[in-house]
Every structure is written in C-alpha cells, then in structure tokens.
C-alpha cells in the first residue's frame, strides 16, 4: 500500500464571494444579521474595538448599505441557503 504524502507548503487559496446586503433584522440577542443576495445570514455587529460597523445603529444608515457587498463566508464554503 503506498502512504500519502502531504505537502504543507503548498500556497493557500482565498476565495472571496461577495454578496449584495437585501435586508436585515434581528436576531435572538438583538444583534443585527444582513440578509444577503445570496441567501444566507451574516452577522453586521458594531463592537469597538474589534468590529467597527457604526452604520448598523441607526435604521438610515442601514438603508443606505443595502446593495452593498459584503464577503459571504458561507458561500465561500459551499453552505446551503439559510432562507
């Protein structure tokens, strides 16, 4: 039986899906979730320092990034739609 070699340095590949925002509601912790062109649901938290989104707070400011493209990791992976 031959064994398998795994090469490690092999370069990684990024994929980046993009996907338009359509909606957003909240979700059971009132933390906002964009719905995407996509079909899937992505978290849009604004928590400085770490994730600064301050468009989410305000409902204009939301409506002003629909159409906007955000990188959907679920696509990325191949995930079935979430609705």
Known sequence: MA???????????TVTMLQAI??????????????????????VRHQPPFINRPWVLQRETREAMLGQQLDCKKCDHGELADY
């Open 3 to 13: 064994k398998a070699t795994i090469n490690f340095n092999l370069p990684q590949r």
């Open 22 to 43: 359509t909606g957003y509601h909240l979700d059971d912790e009132n933390h906002w979730v964009a719905r995407l062109k996509c079909l899937h649901f992505q978290h």
